[in-house]
């Protein structure tokens, strides 16, 4: 079935760093593919999203572009802040059909 | 507020109990979803209602685990016989339409001793 695969966590980086998360995902053909963020006390919320190949999905400084040759959907930021501590999930969806998470990655900032 | 209400934030049973998860999606939202998260994992999917029907309910581990949604708003998840592979957060999120966003409440956290 289709499943989604995340970098292990934790990542942890010093403001101002280069921040990239990796995630790729097997599925039979070209579902859409998300980004969801988890905030320390907070409900799960979408970051970015894309719904075809080569689509580049940005939020907050954020992007992750969907590739299809490499099946993957990395979630890159130039530029990392403490508030975006958090648990970072990728996560594939057909339709109107159910999201499929990866396990998540825990990012920790430090000032 | 106007986003997902999930009850109890917090439940702790025993082994053997039965228990209530309730969901309150927003208002307007046809579609509602379950989810169950252990620790250190991503959501897995349980049941999706569309309306008052369970239009996909493949995610559901056994037949202790049931959910409804008799008037396609509220739902809730029901488990019986509660087991300690039970504790996990239960999270519901709800969309507007089927294939609209997904909105997560912040979830339930049970804890089976």
């Known amino acids: 079935g289709d499943s989604v695969t995340q970098m292990e966590g934790p990542v942890t980086l010093s403001e101002e760093a280069f921040l990239t998360i990796n995630c790729t995902y097997t599925?039979?053909?070209?579902?859409?593919l998300f980004w969801y963020v988890q905030y320390p006390g907070e409900g799960l919320q979408l970051l970015l999203k894309a719904t075809k190949a080569d689509d580049k999905g940005s939020n907050k400084g954020f992007e992750a572009t969907y590739r299809k040759e490499t099946t993957s959907f990395h979630l890159e930021k130039g530029s990392v802040q403490v508030s975006d501590s958090a648990v970072y999930f990728c996560?594939?969806?057909?339709?109107?059909?159910?999201?499929?998470f990866g396990q998540g990655t825990r990012l920790t900032i430090n000032p | 507020g106007a986003g997902v209400s999930q009850t109890p934030s917090n439940k702790v049973t025993e082994k053997g109990k039965y228990v209530e998860l309730r969901c309150d999606p927003i208002?307007?939202?046809?579609?509602l979803y379950w989810y169950r998260q252990s620790l250190g994992q991503g959501p897995e999917f349980l049941i999706y209602?569309?309306?008052?029907?369970?239009?996909?309910d493949s995610g559901l581990p056994n037949d202790r685990f049931f959910a409804v949604r008799p008037e396609g708003s509220v739902s809730t998840l029901k488990i019986q016989r509660t087991e300690r592979g039970d504790s996990a957060v239960y999270l519901c999120?709800?969309?507007?339409?089927?294939?609209?966003?997904?909105?997560f409440g912040e979830g339930s956290r049970l804890t089976v001793l």
């Open positions: 999120a709800s969309s507007m339409t089927a294939t609209g966003e997904l909105f």
């Open positions: 208002s307007g939202h046809t579609a």
């Open positions: 996560a594939l969806r057909w339709g109107a059909q159910k999201l499929v």
């Open positions: 599925a039979t053909g070209y579902p859409s």
């Open positions: 209602f569309q309306g008052t029907g369970a239009a996909d």
